[in-house]
Structures are given as C-alpha cells and as structure tokens.
C-alpha cells in the first residue's frame, strides 16, 4: 500500500514538474520570438536579389549612367546632386537668370537662408548661417592666399582672414563654381569669431552686358553666436542645385 502511494506521489510531481516546465518554455517563445529568415519565403522559395534592366540615362555632359540599388534608380549624372531634393523650395532669379533649391521646411529672407527662424542683431549681423550676393568683378570679396598675396587682384579681402584657406572645385550642373575654405582667426564679429567659413563662387556670367558672379558663403558661428542646428554638410547639398536659366 505505501509503495503504491509513493507511485503515485512520484507520478502526481513529475506532470506538476512537465507543466510547470512547458508553460516556461511557452513563456519564453512568446517573450523571445525565432526571428525570421529575411531571404527565404515560408513556401520554401528563396527570395532572389532584384535584377535592375539594363536601361541607360543619357546625361547633359555626354555620358551615360545605368540604374542600380536596391530600388533599381538612375545614377546621378555627373555634377548633379545624388540627395533627394523632390520636396525643396526653388529661388529662381529671372533678373539675372539663375535658380537654385534648398531644404523644405528651411527659411529665405533678403537672400539669407537658414534652417531656424531668421533673426537681426544689433550689431548689423544676423543668425543666418547661409547669405548669397549678385557681385561683379570689382567687388573685393575674395580672399588672399596663404601667403598674404591676392590670387587674383579682383578680390580680395584681408589677408590675415585667410589662415587655412584652401581651394577647391564644386561641379553643378556641368558648371564648375569655386569652393574657399577658411577660418576667421580675427574675430569680424566686434572680436567674436564667425569659425569656419565656406565661400562658393559661381563661373562669370553676363547681363545686358555687364558681368557678374553669385557667391554663396556659410558661416559656423554667423553673428559669432552657436547654432543648435549648422551643418556645412548641408550647405553644401544645396550647391549642386544651381543652375543658369537664361
């Protein structure tokens, strides 16, 4: 009689110990699901890469580009910009026969251009991290080189601006504008300094016979204050959209 209780108490604990044991390892799955595998589909079939057609693009210079990535787009063409600019604003300036774009959502004002709310300070400057001008020729704006002589006796402004100035080529639209790296070490600001400083410069162009250039230039620190929101990189995205439209 005892061993048949002692059967049946053993009996009794081992399905308490089975259930106990399956609801723990239900929970467990449920918490942490088997991941599934993204290249197969449930039916068996192994999901294929996508093959793009071999269709070509014929570009403004010349060339050609073919579709690739994942969603099987176009190339850019050389010179035009790679980032999506399908929902930017568009200034166009039929005056002197120019447009470009630049982001949704971002500010233009008396041809200043800033991602925050543009705001004047007192000492003549303002917050707006971008300004573009309509110049001509002898208008002294340029920087002198590293070594205080003027590279072209047009522009210029003063030399001790120019520390760590670089130079460099931004292609847009098969127009080639000047890019100017430099860092204002003086202080324009009333001694605050405005950082790191971008001018682009277009090529030359004419209007009713007089020539003229449109310059961009971005600051890091415009009015000598810090922005929450300033990137060079953004600057220049918007460069590639410029265009003559005359």
Known sequence: MSQ????????VILIIISITAGVFVWKYYQLNPIPELNNFIQSGERKEPRACTM???????????????PNCEFA???????VDTSN???YRNDEYGFEFQYPAGWN??????SPQKIEDYEIGSDNAPI???????DKRIFLADNSGEV??????????FAEGKSVSNITSNSLELKRYDWYDNEGKYEGDTSGKNIIVVSPEFSVNGNDFFVSFEWEQFPGGNKLLKNNPDDFIKIIPTFKFTN
């Open 151 to 160: 590279s072209d006796g047009r522009w210029a402004v003063d030399p001790s």
């Open 55 to 69: 269709e070509a693009k014929l570009c403004a210079d010349g060339t050609y580009v073919s579709r690739s990535g």
């Open 108 to 113: 233009m004002d008396n041809r200043r251009i």
């Open 131 to 137: 300004h573009f001008n309509i110049i001509s020729p």
């Open 76 to 82: 850019a063409c050389p010179g035009e910009s790679a």
């Open 4 to 11: 048949k209780i002692n059967t049946w108490l053993g009996t």
């Open 88 to 90: 930017w604003q568009t």
